[in-house]
C-alpha cells in the first residue's frame, strides 16, 4: 500500500525538475547587417532575366520568381541553457543578422542557381563575425554547393577550417570560357557541374559536363 503514495511523489518530483529545467526564450542582445563587400557583391535587383549561352548557340535564360530577398537570422554566440533531456532545445544570446538571397530558376524548370549573403559567428562567446556566400548549382538532378569567404569582420587570424564553410569555392586569376578570358573568377566543380562568379557581376557561367553556358551581356 506504500507504492501508490512513494510512485506519486516521485512522478511529483520528477514533473517539478523538468519544469524547473525549462530554458527560457532566446535573448537578442545585439544586430549586425551585411559588411558593404557582400551587398556590393551582386548587382542584382531581382527583377532582371540572365540568359546564357552555349558554344552551340543554344541560349537557357533564369529569372527569380521571388525576386531579391532580404531576410534575418540568429546568430547564436552563447548557448545560456540546455534542458536536462536527450535531444533536448536550448536558448543562446544572439545577435541578429541580416541575409540576401536569389533564387534563379531556368525558363525550362531544369535549372537552378540559388544566392544567399549571410554573416556567422568565428569563435563562439566572442563578437567575431564574418560575411559569407553560399552559391548552390542543380541542373537536374545532380547539384553543387560551396562557399567563400567575403568579409572578415573582425582584427586578428581567421582560419578556413575553424569555420562552417565547407567546400571552398576557389579564387581563378584567369579563366578561359568561350574564347574569352574572365579575371578574379570564384570557381567551384564537382558532380560534372561548375558555376562561376565575379564580384560585381554574379554569375558568368556554369558549366555541364565540359559543355559551358556564358553569361550574355
Known amino acids: 500500500m506504500r507504492s501508490l503514495p512513494y510512485l506519486f511523489s516521485l512522478s511529483l518530483a520528477a514533473a517539478l525538475l523538468l519544469a524547473s529545467c ?10 549586425i547587417g551585411l559588411g558593404e563587400n557582400a551587398r556590393s557583391f551582386f548587382p542584382y535587383e531581382g527583377t532582371e532575366t540572365l540568359t546564357f549561352q552555349n558554344a552551340q548557340g543554344a541560349t537557357v535564360t533564369f529569372s527569380a520568381p521571388r525576386g531579391r530577398e532580404e531576410g ?3 546568430v547564436c554566440i552563447n548557448t545560456i541553457c540546455t534542458e536536462a533531456r536527450y535531444n533536448s532545445p536550448s536558448s543562446c544570446e544572439y545577435f541578429e543578422s541580416d541575409n540576401i538571397r536569389y533564387i534563379w530558376v531556368s525558363d525550362d524548370k531544369q535549372r537552378l542557381i540559388d544566392l544567399l549573403l549571410f554573416t556567422e559567428v568565428y569563435e563562439q562567446e566572442t563578437e567575431n563575425f564574418y560575411d559569407a556566400l553560399q552559391v548552390s548549382f542543380a541542373s537536374g538532378a545532380p547539384s553543387v554547393e560551396a562557399y567563400y569567404l567575403l568579409q572578415q569582420r573582425f582584427s586578428g587570424d581567421l582560419k578556413i577550417d575553424n569555420t562552417s564553410l565547407d567546400p571552398i569555392m576557389s ?3 584567369s579563366v578561359d570560357i568561350q574564347n ?34 556564358l553569361l550574355q551581356e
Open 171 to 173: 579564387l581563378q586569376e
Open 72 to 74: 534575418t537570422d540568429q
Open 22 to 31: 525549462r530554458c527560457p526564450p532566446d535573448e537578442k542582445i545585439g544586430e
Open 180 to 213: 574569352q578570358t574572365f579575371t578574379n573568377v570564384l570557381r567551384y566543380r564537382g558532380n560534372n557541374l561548375g558555376i562561376y562568379l565575379q564580384a560585381g557581376k554574379g554569375v558568368i557561367a556554369f558549366e555541364e559536363s565540359g559543355n559551358f553556358w
